[in-house]
């Protein structure tokens, strides 16, 4: 069936550390993938996206590149920020049963 | 532009007593979405609107959750009777057309829900 499993946190990082979260999906064809962020206190908030294969998404400095043979939408960001605190959710759009699939979340704390 | 909005925030019942929530969607959205969200999971769609209509409901569970948006515009959800496993946070998001595979989702704020 449909699922996401994403690297567990929490996360805990100095200011300026390399980032990546880990995302795979299970999924019928090749769905769309999304990474959403959940600042504290806030609803969630799409962070970026790429809807086929080779695909990257950019956005605040974050990446995620489409990968098909992997089935993987990795998160990355070269230099985080205390700002980049948040909760982040990989998830994709399921071509069969036509819903969104998330992961688990992973908890990002940034310390200066 | 106003985000998708939610009430309450936050809400405490004891077991077997009954809940409502309230959904107000972005301006001209089409479709709105319920999700619940166990502590440590992600969330999970409840059920999908396409304006006034229910596109999926499928893991709504029906005996006890029922959800209706009359005017194609805010929605209501509620629990009757609750049960300790309902808690949790209770989301609404909405996205201007039907869901295509790549269509952005809003999401609100959430309700926090505790079960006694």
């Known amino acids: 069936g449909n699922s996401v499993t994403q690297m567990e946190g929490p996360v805990t990082l100095s200011e300026e550390a390399f980032l990546t979260i880990n995302c795979t999906y299970t999924a019928t064809g090749y769905p769309s993938l999304f990474w959403y962020v959940q600042y504290p206190g806030e609803g969630l908030q799409l962070l970026l996206k790429a809807t086929k294969a080779d695909d990257k998404g950019s956005n605040k400095g974050f990446e995620a590149t489409y990968r098909k043979e992997t089935t993987s939408f990795h998160l990355e960001k070269g230099s985080v920020q205390v700002s980049d605190s948040a909760v982040y959710f990989c998830?994709?759009?399921?071509?069969?049963?036509?819903?969104?699939?998330f992961g688990t979340g992973t908890s990002l704390t940034v310390i200066p | 532009e106003a985000g998708v909005a939610q009430s309450p925030r936050y809400k405490i019942i004891e077991k077997r007593q009954s809940v409502a929530f309230w959904c107000n969607p972005i301006?001209?959205?089409?479709?709105l979405y319920w999700y619940q969200q166990i502590l440590g999971q992600g969330p999970k769609l409840l059920i999908q609107?396409?304006?006034?209509?229910?596109?999926?409901d499928s893991q709504l569970p029906k005996d006890r959750f029922s959800a209706e948006r009359l005017k194609g515009v805010d929605s209501t959800l509620k629990i009757q009777p609750a049960k300790l496993e309902d808690s949790a946070v209770y989301l609404c998001?909405?996205?201007?057309?039907?869901?295509?595979?790549?269509?952005?989702?809003?999401f609100g704020p959430g309700t926090r829900l505790l079960v006694l």
């Open positions: 301006s001209g959205h089409a479709t």
């Open positions: 609107f396409q304006n006034n209509g229910v596109v999926d």
């Open positions: 998830a994709f759009w399921g071509n069969t049963g036509n819903q969104f699939y």
């Open positions: 998001a909405s996205s201007l057309e039907a869901p295509s595979g790549i269509e952005t989702q809003y």
